[in-house]
């Protein structure tokens, strides 16, 4: 028998993925690179449905997040404070509180997400 070592290359394709669905279905999260015991960071790429919201539990003390909004408009609100980003625009924030996503434009948002946990 045969052991092959595991590639180190890896191709995700998000139409092979079945999306976490919140607000009814208007938000899609694709767990793209999920964290494990070897990696302190997970991938995700979000879309958002006109009008949609989601609400996100707080992550570990110290987690960060980083957004990058591919297109439509992300309002993100965090610790007290309200973030909006556009086309081509990023965010970072602490996400160990309760946090949210909403879809603040016209049209689908798409972004792209990292959660650094510390």
């Known amino acids: 028998m045969t052991v092959r070592p595991k590639s180190p290359y890896e191709i ?12 009814g279905g208007k938000v899609k999260n694709y767990s793209i690179f ?20 989601w609400e996100s539990e707080p992550h ?23 973030l909006t980003a556009g086309h081509n625009e990023s965010i970072r924030f ?4 309760v ?4 879809n603040a434009g016209r049209g689908i948002a798409a972004l792209h997400m990292i959660i650094h946990n510390p």
């Open 12 to 23: 995700v394709k998000t139409s092979d993925l079945q999306p976490l669905l919140e607000d």
């Open 34 to 53: 999920p964290d494990d015991e070897n990696r302190r960071f997970a991938v995700y790429y979000l879309e958002l449905d006109e009008g949609s919201y």
């Open 60 to 82: 570990l003390k110290g987690t960060t997040e980083f957004i990058t909004v591919f297109t439509g408009t992300v309002e993100i609100n965090a610790n007290g404070q309200s």
């Open 94 to 97: 602490k996400a160990d509180t």
């Open 99 to 102: 946090h949210s996503y909403r």
